[in-house]
């Protein structure tokens, strides 16, 4: 069975801190690995991934995909409150159009 | 670029109507749209994929017949609830893909059934 797997589900730091999250998937035909921050509403996109290796970076996050051993992982440095979301981890694989599926994302609280 | 708007934002409809929601993309064509559903302090649920041109593919435990789902172009896809209960009260959201491999979000739709 497809899944994705975020760790940790939730994580609470101060400012300034650095954070990892992680997310490892099983998927057939693995097309992306993309990474959302979803706040209030509708999640908004971060970064995607298709190539082993390559660190995407913007500002204080960035990402980087492992297609050897099937995961992913997303860091935040120098957190600040503004930080505060669930990150989600979400897989297209399959087909001509493709499918996606979401991991459950990891809720990030950052602390003063 | 890769914009996807959503209307309307917020609707309040009675228990037995229908209401219908919008997806564009507004920069892009977007051959495959995908609606989803929130539920308070979950991650999102997947609906439906949605191809140009073609019947929507419907997830499991997603009523077809209460969720109609159209794509008429490469650019719009609607979702409509029909005879709508509170139980349908939810934030629903589009997202729109061109080529499969990456998704852009609209930015949501709330809906309240009185």
């Known amino acids: 069975e497809d899944k994705v797997v975020q760790s940790p589900l939730s994580l609470v730091v101060h400012e300034g801190d650095t954070v990892t999250l992680n997310c490892s998937y099983e998927?057939?035909?693995?097309?992306?690995l993309l990474w959302y921050k979803q706040e209030k509403k509708a999640p908004t996109f971060l970064f995607m991934l298709?190539?082993?290796?390559i660190e995407k970076k913007s500002g204080r996050l960035s990402s980087i995909l492992d297609k050897k051993e099937l995961f992913s992982i997303l860091n935040i440095t120098a957190t600040q409150t503004g930080d505060s979301a669930v990150y989600l981890c979400?897989?297209?694989?399959?087909?001509?159009?493709?499918?996606?599926?979401f991991g459950k994302g990891t809720k990030l609280s950052v602390k003063p | 670029g890769a914009v996807v708007s959503q209307h309307p934002s917020r609707v309040i409809c009675k228990s037995g109507t229908s209401v219908k929601i919008e997806c564009r993309s507004l920069?892009?064509?977007?051959?495959?749209m995908f609606w989803y559903r929130q539920f308070p302090k979950k991650s999102l649920m997947l609906m439906a994929t949605?191809?140009?041109?073609?019947?929507?593919?419907?997830e499991q435990g997603v009523e077809k017949d209460k969720f109609l789902i159209n794509h008429a172009s490469l650019t719009l896809s609607t979702l409509t609830v029909t005879s709508a209960h509170p139980e349908d009260s939810s934030f629903y959201i589009c997202?729109?893909?061109?080529?499969?491999?990456?998704?852009?979000f609209g930015p949501g739709t709330r809906l309240t059934v009185t």
């Open positions: 949605s191809n140009e041109g073609s019947k929507a593919t419907y």
């Open positions: 997202s729109a893909s061109a080529t499969g491999y990456e998704q852009y």
């Open positions: 298709t190539s082993s290796g």
């Open positions: 979400a897989l297209t694989y399959g087909g001509s159009q493709g499918n996606l599926i």
């Open positions: 998927v057939t035909n693995f097309r992306s």
């Open positions: 920069d892009f064509q977007a051959t495959t």
